[in-house]
């Protein structure tokens, strides 16, 4: 039986490879392959290909990228996932949200513009089409007669 690499377990069970505790301050960016969770201060951007978790005592001033993001804390700066962002009781997220879904808990506070749904490369939804002329119809159309006499 092949083992899977530990990278693999991780990734798979979701266990974040970064933690960044309660009462450490971390300034710059991070960029990981797996998951993170901030209990701390971090100062700086992070990037992240697994899970993002922001504690109830975390804080972070920086762009949040990652799939499902969860937010307990407290966020300033625009957040981007690849899956869902979650903001909890008590969260705090001042910046843009980009999500394929969201849930915000009563007692959560958001201030920013917030874009739902699946996006391609360029960033606009692939449902929406753009239309650049009207599109004329195939048949005249012709007025329905009403079913009882209109009075004046």
Do not use: H
Request: proline letters at 8%; glycine letters at 12%; a positive charge.
């Amino acid at each position: 039986m092949v083992k899977p690499k530990m990278e693999d377990q991780r990734t798979y069970k979701n266990i974040p490879d970064a933690c960044i505790p309660c009462a450490t301050s971390f300034t710059g960016d991070i960029n990981t392959k797996a998951g993170i969770r901030v209990d701390g201060n971090v100062k700086g951007n992070i990037v992240a290909s697994g899970n993002v978790v922001i504690g109830p005592e975390g804080l972070v001033e920086g762009q949040v990228c990652g799939r499902d993001i969860n937010i307990a804390g407290s966020v300033t700066g625009n957040v981007k996932s690849t899956a869902t962002v979650q903001l909890l009781s008590g969260a705090k997220l001042v910046g843009d949200l980009d999500a394929i879904s969201v849930a915000i808990e009563e007692g959560a506070i958001f201030k920013g513009k917030c874009s739902i749904g699946p996006s391609d490369k360029n960033g606009i939804l692939s449902t929406a089409k753009i239309v650049e002329k009207p599109v004329a119809p195939t048949q005249p159309v012709r007025p329905v007669a009403p079913t009882q006499p209109v009075k004046p």
